[in-house]
């Protein structure tokens, strides 16, 4: 049913933005895949229509999605770097798909790029996107305007806080201007699917003008909370072979307060404290000794 390769979709009425969406970059996160499906249906029916320009879907990790894990051995959501994408031969079937990705996309270039996850821990929504080292807090809170109310965290990283995304290598390889990783609730929750709708409406609906029609109803998520909260990457949190979380396992969440030196973890027995007081994001509780990136202590911005 699904490809390894592209999906296009292309408007035969007439040019306009091009926009590559992206589902199952991580095999235990279907709400991209099943998105998708639903949306080719409502095209099918004439329910929407695509009225100019072309969308691109990319199913991320085929073979990790038929087994219903993460990745098959290393994340693909950390694969497109140069070291890995020029690996040869690959040292994992995800390294491999990264290559593959790499090829199949080679000479495209889209407006946007947006790619769907979910989260293990709680049932966060948050878009993911990346930030200037230089750029002060009120420019960080400036990128929070205009993003649709399903979605009330903005997660804002700089260069080499989560190396190796795919978002990013869109942004250099394929000129995406708009480049975000989406975050839509828990891999279980009930409202995924719609929140993907939500981000959809309003990236390819109301930014771009390129879809119309009937919206499914979960589409706008009234009821989403209105306030926004911005956090900022402060530090990153790799793991290691003799990493260990201090907190207990019911304050591995995001937006979990951590207090300025407060042990958060211990590696090699030493003591890991925040360096100012934190909010905990997108904590892994279970992970390999290799894997970056496992959690983040993020300031909050506006307060
Ligand atoms: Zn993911």
Redesign the pocket.
């Known amino acids: 049913m699904f490809s390894r390769t592209l999906t296009k979709l292309i408007s035969s009425r007439k040019k306009g933005p091009r926009v590559l969406v992206v589902g199952g970059?991580?095999g235990n996160?279907p709400v991209g895949v099943r998105w998708f499906e639903a949306f080719q249906e409502k095209l099918a029916r004439g329910e929407l229509t695509l009225t100019r320009g072309e969308a691109h879907f990319l199913f991320g990790n085929p073979e990790a999605f038929a087994r219903g894990v993460r990745h098959m051995g290393f994340d693909l959501?950390r694969a497109f770097r140069p070291s890995l994408l020029e690996q040869s031969p690959p040292a994992s079937a995800d390294v491999a798909r990264a290559q593959e990705i790499a090829r199949l996309l080679e000479g495209e270039q889209y407006d946007a790029v947006v790619d769907f996850?979910?989260v293990s821990r709680g049932d966060v929504a948050m878009v993911v996107t990346r930030v200037e080292r230089e750029d002060d807090d009120n420019v960080i809170a400036e990128t929070a305007v205009g993003v649709p109310p399903a979605f009330p965290i903005i997660f804002a990283y700089q260069e080499g806080d989560v190396p190796g995304m795919f978002v990013d290598w869109a942004r250099k390889h394929l000129k995406a201007e708009q480049a975000y990783a989406v975050e839509c609730g828990n891999h279980t929750s009930q409202l995924g699917v719609g929140r993907v709708w939500a981000f959809v409406r309003w990236l390819l609906g109301e930014r771009l003008a390129m879809v119309e029609g009937a919206w499914p109803e979960d589409a706008s998520l009234a009821n989403a909370q209105t306030s926004r909260k911005v956090y900022r990457v402060v530090a990153r949190i790799d793991a290691s072979a003799d990493f260990r979380w201090e907190l207990p396992e019911e304050r591995l969440h995001s937006e979990e307060f951590v207090e300025e030196g407060e042990v958060y973890a211990r590696r090699e027995g030493k003591a890991l404290c925040a360096p100012e007081p934190s909010y905990l994001m997108m904590p892994a509780v279970t992970f390999a000794p290799q894997d970056e990136a496992i959690a983040f202590l993020c300031r909050k911005v506006g307060g």
Do not use: A, W
């Open positions: 970059m991580h996160e959501n996850h979910s």
